[in-house]
């Protein structure tokens, strides 16, 4: 065993990190001066390996390169145990000697069993060790990171690409004043590229991918990897087909009930209970797949009863995936416009009430609402009616319509109404 770990650290030496294009990440968060574990958490494939390869290129700017290392515990030559992590520091002492500072980045490090035990020893009694954790399990985010860790870990959650990353990713570069694109030749080429953005999405891997039908290749196989490793193996879950059917509901609805959803399900043929609906759902969640949004209310009751709202870590399941929803330019912005809210750390609702509805409630902050086609004078009253109610109902001045190319302010009596296309709320140019 131990000879294979060294094998392992001694190849990644050899190595080094490969090539990358940069992500956008203010490197002054990271606490490095802290005795804080920095974890990295969120769905497969969206680049957290590679947001660590770049923060190691960084680091080897000041430190020596042989006092940073990277473990992938996905590694099949590396036993699954805690004594695997046990072993780790004494052999990389063995074999490059004991460093004033060591870096220690550890991807998916989830797959070893009480991980956080040797993690909270190691910060607690080794000052001159810095870990670096990833893993594609909430089990690493903030609100669930293991209670021994409470206090001595920083989270970030990575998504796939932002549209200012994805735009860099395909080579086009903006103009050093921004605020000049909506006036520009390359305004087109922005729309197009939105557009590319908006139905293929941002995994990295598929950005820089140009055949659709490769695109679509990759897609399914992050989408069966994750069902295979990080729910149906993770949670020893005993009917794939049964949850594979419950996903591909999920990504035909804009609603989601537990009652109904077992109705659906039991009309199908499968028996099946709330609880494990419920489970699956958790798990969906627990690998950032899919995310709920309950109701805006101050009353908990109506947080639970009300279905909940359901969007995905990337558009690009939607556009493959679904029946339902595949290039429906509308329900599409509306993910990618949920996924930037969380990307800029939002909590997020949806608002209802008789005759209107309303997407996104930032709690003390906005409304917004996302409307492909708003030169429909018909769609755009429905719009402006719900963000009337919905901000008189609940006391906002200011809401925001994000359309697909459309900008203007209107005043719906006190109410000030701002249009903005998507794209300029993407990059936030407020004005």
Request: hydrophobic fraction near 40%.
């Amino acid at each position: 065993m131990k000879e294979e770990l060294a094998k392992v650290i001694v190849e990644w030496q050899e190595n080094w990190t490969p090539e990358l294009i940069e992500r956008d990440f203010d490197r002054s968060l990271i606490p490095w001066h802290l005795n804080k574990v920095v974890t990295f958490a969120g769905c497969r494939r969206t680049g957290k390996t590679y947001l660590m390869f770049q923060l190691m290129r960084e680091l080897s700017k000041h430190a020596d390169k042989e006092s940073i290392f990277y473990i992938n515990f996905e590694d099949e030559r590396l036993e699954k145990s805690i004594k695997t992590l046990t072993e780790l520091i004494p052999t990389i002492e063995e074999l490059y000697g004991k460093k004033k500072m060591l870096y220690l980045f550890l991807d998916e490090i989830q797959n070893i069993a009480n991980w956080d035990s040797w993690v909270r020893r190691v910060n607690d009694s080794r000052r001159n060790v810095k870990l670096f954790l990833s893993g594609s399990s909430s089990k690493l985010s903030s609100r669930e990171i293991p209670t021994s860790l409470r206090g001595r870990a920083i989270t970030f959650e990575v998504f796939p690409l932002s549209f200012h990353e994805f735009l860099h990713f395909k080579g086009f570069s903006l103009p050093d004043n921004i605020k000049k694109l909506a006036f520009s030749e390359k305004k087109t080429e922005i729309l197009r590229l939105l557009r590319e953005y908006i139905i293929y999405g941002g995994f990295p891997e598929v950005v820089l991918t140009e055949d659709p039908r490769i695109k679509r290749m990759i897609v399914i196989e992050y989408f069966n990897t994750i069902i295979a490793l990080d729910i149906v193996e993770r949670y020893n879950v005993r009917n794939p087909g049964e949850l594979r059917t419950f996903i591909r509901l999920l990504l035909n609805s804009e609603y989601f009930s537990l009652s109904k959803m077992e109705r659906t399900i039991k009309s199908m043929g499968y028996s099946i209970s709330k609880a494990t609906l419920s489970n699956y759902l958790d798990y969906l969640r627990e690998c950032y797949f899919m995310f709920p949004v309950e109701i805006y209310s101050p009353k908990v009751k109506l947080r639970i009863q009300y279905p909940k709202k359901i969007y995905f870590v990337d558009t690009a399941f939607l556009t493959f995936l679904s029946t339902k929803f595949d290039e429906n330019i509308g329900k599409l912005m509306e993910n990618a416009v949920f996924i930037e809210l969380l990307r800029r750390g939002k909590e997020i609702n949806y608002a209802l009430g008789e005759g209107w509805e309303v997407d996104f409630v930032v709690p003390e902050e906005e409304l917004i609402q996302v409307s492909y086609d708003v030169n429909d004078p018909e769609t755009l009253e429905r719009e402006l009616k719900g963000l009337k109610k919905a901000a008189n109902t609940f006391g906002y001045e200011k809401v925001t319509l994000i359309t697909w190319d459309i900008e203007e302010e209107r005043n719906i009596g006190k109410i000030k109404v701002r249009l903005i296309p998507l794209w300029k709320w993407m990059l936030r140019i407020e004005d």
